[in-house]
C-alpha cells in the first residue's frame, strides 16, 4: 500500500476541513494512505489541534502567535510540535512531503504557496488568490524545481482531468453556478446583505469565497487562474453560466470534440483529485444522477449585472500587476462588505475603479517580480480600495 506524506495549509477552512474527510475515508478505504506532516490555520486554536491529535500531524502552527499559550495547552503531552506566526506557516509549508495542499484564503497564501515550491514539494492549489498575484512566480518557480501544480479549484480540476496532452487545444470553459443572484435585479443586490450574499445555492465555502461567488469576482478569479495554469490567452478562454453546477469544466479541441467533466458540486471530488494524482481516490461523495435531474441548463453571463468577468479579461490582458491590484482590492472591497462598510454592487465598483486609478497611471511603479514586490502592491492596493470607498460617493454600486 502507498503511504503519501501530506502538510495542509488553511487546515481548519472549507476546504480544510474537506481535505482531511477525503484522508479520513481514504486511510480507512483505500488504496493510498495519508499521513499529515504540517496542519495550519489561521486563528482557530481549538479546531487545529483537534485535527493534530485526531491524525497525529507533527506539527500543528497558527498564524496568529497570541494562540499560541493555547495550541500549546491543547497538545501537552501529545508529541505534536506547536509553533505561531507567519514565518512559521511558511516553514511547516517547506517541510519535505509529497504534497501540500495550499488551502489558506487570500494573497496572505502566497508565502507558504511559495515556500513548499520552493522547498521542492508538490503543491495542491485550491488558494486562487495566490496564483492570481503570483501565477507567473509560482509556476517558473515549480517548472526551475520540477514540482507539479495540481489544480484543487473544481473547474481547473476538471480542466485538468479533460485536458490530455494539450496538443489542439482550442479554447478552455469554466463555468459559473451564477450565484445567488443570478436571476436578481440590480435593484435587489444593491440592498444585498452579507449573510444574503453568502447563501450559494450549490456549494458550501468559506465566507470569502461565498461573497466572491455571488458578485462573480469568484470566476473573475478562477479566469484568471485558469489563464496562468493553463498557459492560455483570455481569448481561449470562456465562462458560462450553468445553474445546477454539475459540468465544471471543459477543454474543447480544434476538431470539434469538447471534453466535459461533470460531477455533484462536492469539493471533495477535486480535492481527492488534487491529492490522489495521479491515482484516483475513492470518496463519499454523492454519485450523479442524471436521469433524476433531467435536464442541465446554460446561459451567458450577464456583464451589466456581473462586471466581475469584464474586470478580469481586462486585467489579465494587461499582466500581473492588474491582476493582483483585482485580486488585493477585491479583498479590501469584500472585507468592507462583511464589516457593513459598503454595499454588495460597490465590491465590483471599488475593483473597477482601483484598476482604472492603476489604468491611469498611478501605481506603474510597483513590480510583481517577487514576493516581496507582491506584498507591496497588495498593500497599496488594498489602501487604494479603501481610499475609492472613503473618497468617492458610493453606495450605488455606480
Ligand atoms: P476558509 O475561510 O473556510 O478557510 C481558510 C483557511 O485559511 C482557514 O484554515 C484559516 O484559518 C486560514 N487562514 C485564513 N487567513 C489566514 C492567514 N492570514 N494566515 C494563515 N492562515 C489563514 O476558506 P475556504 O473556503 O476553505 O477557501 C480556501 C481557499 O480555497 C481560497 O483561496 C478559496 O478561494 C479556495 N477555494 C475554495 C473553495 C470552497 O469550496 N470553499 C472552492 C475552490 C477554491
Ligand atoms: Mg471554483
Same mark, same amino acid.
Given at each position: 500500500?502507498?503511504?503519501?506524506?501530506?502538510?495542509?495549509?488553511?487546515?481548519?477552512? $472549507?476546504?480544510?476541513?474537506?481535505?482531511?474527510?477525503? @484522508?479520513?475515508?481514504?486511510?480507512?478505504?483505500?488504496?493510498? %494512505?495519508?499521513?499529515?506532516?504540517?496542519?495550519?490555520?489561521?486563528?482557530?486554536?481549538?479546531?487545529?489541534?483537534?485535527?493534530?491529535?485526531?491524525?497525529?500531524?507533527?506539527?500543528?502552527?497558527?498564524?496568529?502567535?497570541?494562540?499560541?499559550?493555547?495550541?500549546?495547552?491543547?497538545?501537552?503531552?501529545?508529541?505534536?510540535?506547536?509553533?505561531?506566526?507567519?514565518?512559521?506557516?511558511?516553514?511547516?509549508?517547506?517541510?519535505? @512531503?509529497?504534497?501540500?495542499?495550499?488551502?489558506?484564503?487570500?494573497?496572505?497564501?502566497?508565502?507558504?504557496?511559495?515556500?513548499?515550491?520552493?522547498?521542492?514539494?508538490?503543491?495542491?492549489?485550491?488558494?486562487?488568490?495566490?496564483?492570481?498575484?503570483?501565477?507567473?512566480?509560482?509556476?517558473?518557480?515549480?517548472?526551475?524545481?520540477?514540482?507539479?501544480?495540481?489544480? @484543487?479549484?473544481? &473547474? /481547473?480540476?476538471?480542466?485538468?482531468? =479533460?485536458?490530455?496532452?494539450?496538443?489542439?487545444?482550442?479554447?478552455?470553459?469554466?463555468?459559473?453556478?451564477?450565484?445567488?443572484?443570478?436571476?436578481?435585479?440590480?435593484?435587489?443586490?444593491?440592498?444585498?446583505?452579507?449573510?444574503?450574499?453568502?447563501?450559494?445555492?450549490?456549494?458550501?465555502?468559506?465566507?470569502?469565497?461565498?461573497?466572491? $461567488?455571488?458578485?462573480?469576482?469568484?470566476?473573475?478569479?478562477?479566469?484568471?487562474?485558469?489563464?496562468?495554469?493553463?498557459?492560455?490567452?483570455? &481569448?481561449?478562454?470562456?465562462?458560462?453560466? !450553468?445553474?445546477?453546477?454539475?459540468? !465544471?469544466?471543459?477543454? /474543447?479541441?480544434?476538431?470539434?470534440?469538447?471534453?466535459? %467533466?461533470?460531477?455533484?458540486?462536492?469539493?471533495?471530488?477535486?480535492?481527492?483529485?488534487?491529492?490522489?494524482?495521479?491515482?484516483?481516490? +475513492?470518496?463519499?461523495?454523492?454519485?450523479?444522477?442524471?436521469?433524476?435531474?433531467?435536464?442541465?441548463?446554460?446561459?451567458?453571463?450577464?456583464?451589466?449585472?456581473?462586471?466581475?468577468?469584464?474586470?478580469?479579461?481586462?486585467?489579465?490582458? +494587461?499582466?500581473?500587476?492588474?491582476?493582483?491590484?483585482?485580486? =488585493?482590492?477585491? &479583498?479590501?472591497? @469584500?472585507?468592507?462588505?462583511?464589516?457593513?462598510?459598503?454595499?454588495?454592487?460597490?465590491?465590483?465598483?471599488?475593483?473597477?475603479?482601483?484598476?482604472?486609478?492603476?489604468?491611469?497611471?498611478?501605481?506603474?511603479?510597483?513590480?510583481?517580480?517577487?514576493?516581496?514586490?507582491?506584498?507591496?502592491?497588495?498593500?497599496?492596493?488594498?489602501?487604494?480600495?479603501?481610499?475609492?470607498? &472613503?473618497?468617492?460617493? !458610493?453606495?450605488?454600486?455606480?
Amino acid at each position: 500500500m502507498e503511504t503519501r506524506r501530506i502538510s495542509i495549509m488553511g487546515a481548519t477552512g $472549507s476546504i480544510g476541513t474537506s481535505a482531511l474527510d477525503v @484522508v479520513r475515508h481514504a486511510n480507512r478505504t483505500g488504496a493510498v %494512505q495519508f499521513e499529515i506532516e504540517a496542519l495550519s490555520a489561521g486563528s482557530d486554536a481549538e479546531t487545529l489541534s483537534a485535527q493534530a491529535l485526531e491524525f497525529g500531524a507533527r506539527i500543528a502552527v497558527i498564524a496568529d502567535e497570541t494562540k499560541l499559550p493555547e495550541l500549546r495547552e491543547r497538545l501537552a503531552g501529545s508529541g505534536v510540535e506547536a509553533a505561531a506566526g507567519v514565518t512559521a506557516v511558511s516553514e511547516a509549508a517547506a517541510r519535505p @512531503v509529497d504534497r501540500v495542499l495550499a488551502a489558506i484564503v487570500g494573497a496572505a497564501g502566497l508565502d507558504s504557496t511559495m515556500a513548499a515550491v520552493r522547498a521542492g514539494n508538490d503543491v495542491a492549489i485550491a488558494n486562487k488568490e495566490s496564483i492570481v498575484c503570483g501565477g507567473r512566480l509560482i509556476l517558473e518557480e515549480a517548472m526551475r524545481r520540477n514540482v507539479r501544480i495540481l489544480p @484543487v479549484d473544481s &473547474e /481547473h480540476s476538471a480542466i485538468f482531468q =479533460c485536458l490530455g496532452d494539450g496538443r489542439a487545444l482550442d479554447k478552455l470553459t469554466i463555468t459559473a453556478s451564477g450565484g445567488p443572484f443570478r436571476t436578481a435585479t440590480r435593484e435587489r443586490m444593491r440592498t444585498a446583505t452579507p449573510a444574503e450574499a453568502a447563501a450559494h445555492p450549490n456549494w458550501s465555502m468559506g465566507i470569502k469565497n461565498s461573497i466572491d $461567488s455571488a458578485t462573480l469576482m469568484n470566476k473573475a478569479l478562477e479566469f484568471i487562474e485558469a489563464g496562468f495554469l493553463f498557459d492560455v490567452s483570455g &481569448e481561449a478562454l470562456e465562462v458560462i453560466v !450553468h445553474p445546477q453546477s454539475i459540468i !465544471h469544466g471543459m477543454a /474543447h479541441f480544434t476538431d470539434g470534440s469538447v471534453i466535459a %467533466q461533470l460531477g455533484a458540486p462536492d469539493m471533495k471530488t477535486p480535492i481527492s483529485y488534487a491529492l490522489g494524482w495521479p491515482d484516483r481516490i +475513492e470518496t463519499t461523495v454523492d454519485r450523479l444522477d442524471l436521469a433524476a435531474m433531467g435536464r442541465l441548463d446554460f446561459e451567458p453571463v450577464d456583464d451589466t449585472r456581473f462586471p466581475a468577468i469584464r474586470l478580469a479579461r481586462q486585467a489579465y490582458a +494587461e499582466g500581473a500587476q492588474a491582476t493582483t491590484i483585482l485580486n =488585493c482590492a477585491n &479583498e479590501a472591497a @469584500v472585507s468592507a462588505f462583511i464589516a457593513g462598510q459598503c454595499g454588495f454592487l460597490d465590491i465590483s465598483w471599488i475593483v473597477e475603479e482601483t484598476l482604472d486609478r492603476y489604468f491611469a497611471g498611478n501605481m506603474a511603479e510597483i513590480g510583481c517580480g517577487s514576493v516581496e514586490e507582491i506584498a507591496l502592491l497588495d498593500r497599496f492596493s488594498r489602501e487604494m480600495a479603501r481610499n475609492v470607498l &472613503e473618497t468617492t460617493q !458610493h453606495g450605488t454600486g455606480g
